[in-house]
């Protein structure tokens, strides 16, 4: 024995060695170009974490859920309910050779219920009640865990406009969008970010799908409570310099909106995500004012008009070859 502890303790202290096995990957996943946006198969499916019994009882629907659990908790009953029932005369007030009697008392014993009609009468019969309410007391807190999980997963509910538009502001071309806050709380040090993913051919002539980040005057906000209208000046240093409706959809232009933020009410990180396609992109538009003056001098946010775009007054001339979508 004391020959083996330095030798154990030998091997604690090396470094873990890594192995050459080469994590198991899916052999192909399609990529398919739909309604403008690019599309994973599968992607968010819960039937990909078949193999990964944690992440499928987190993502799969309530309804599954349920079934998944009454059925390992009806099966484990069953399991038990028979090695009462092959022990023979152990539980005690029990009908002789009755396995419903064997089955309810797996129930009350792996629920740790104990209603005292029932009761082992055999050593076999003990043992295997405490092996069950071992079993159901490890059962009831996975279940409990996996439920609380389940709950307690941080969303944010927040919409985005449909449409993103593009007018001049400032002397300056401007991308637009707006977002709002469905549950009218505050989303603290919320935070934005936009992505522009297009095609690209490198100067060797090789494919690229570049994704690149778009600034934006203000993407921050201490706290979003309503709505937030977004804003990017397309100067000489953007990536949209240059383009237009039709080379935007050439290039297969995609727009990846990223919000996060810290929800008032439970304290949690929030998060959104929103694509929008080149289609999606409106030319010479403005978003239509949803704030709106009454006679007495007050406001009010009219939601009706969220979606709405219109043309705009002022066209940008940044691109005179663009494919125009509205008059100007």
């Known amino acids: 024995m004391r020959s083996l502890l330095p030798r154990w303790l030998n091997l604690r202290s090396q470094p873990h060695q890594q192995t050459n096995e080469v994590p198991k990957l899916p052999k192909r996943v399609w990529i ?19 193999n990964d019994p944690y ?52 129930v009350q014993t792996f629920s740790t219920i104990g209603y ?28 409990t865990g996996l439920a609380f999980a389940r709950f307690s997963q941080p969303t944010a509910k ?45 100067a060797e002539g090789e494919f690229m799908r570049r994704l690149r980040s778009l600034s934006l005057t203000q993407s921050d906000t201490p706290a979003f409570i309503m ?18 409706a039709e080379s935007l959809i050439q290039k297969r232009g995609m727009f990846i909106i990223s919000l996060t933020g810290v929800d008032e009410t439970v ?31 007050h406001r009010y946010i009219d939601f009706t008009r969220f979606h709405t775009v219109e043309p705009s007054a002022n066209c940008p001339t940044y691109a005179e070859s663009r494919l125009r979508q509205g008059e100007c």
């Open 227 to 244: 709505t937030w209208t977004l804003m990017h000046p397309i100067d000489e240093n953007s990536p949209l310099y240059g383009e237009n």
């Open 32 to 50: 398919r170009w739909r309604n403008g946006k690019f599309e994973f198969d599968g992607a968010g499916d819960w039937r990909n974490y078949l």
């Open 55 to 106: 992440h499928l009882l987190l993502t799969v629907p309530w309804v599954g859920f349920v079934v998944v659990m009454g059925g390992l908790y009806l099966g484990l009953n069953l399991f038990f309910a028979v090695l009462f029932w092959l022990g023979g005369d152990v539980i005690a007030n029990a009908r002789e050779n009755s396995f419903v009697d064997a089955f309810f008392f797996s």
């Open 267 to 297: 304290g949690h990180s929030m998060h959104a995500r929103y694509n929008y396609a080149a289609h999606d992109v409106k030319f010479d538009h403005r978003l239509v004012d949803i704030i709106v003056d009454t006679a007495s001098g």
């Open 116 to 143: 005292g009609a029932l009761y082992p009468d055999k050593l076999y019969a003990q043992v295997l009640a405490t092996s069950e309410a071992f079993v159901g007391l490890l059962g009831v807190a996975i279940m």
């Open 158 to 202: 927040v919409v985005f406009s449909k449409h993103m538009a593009i007018t001049e502001y400032n002397g300056l071309p401007t991308l637009m969008f707006r977002a709002a806050n469905q549950r009218r709380n505050q989303l603290l040090e919320a935070q934005m970010k936009i992505y522009y993913m297009r095609d690209e051919v490198t």
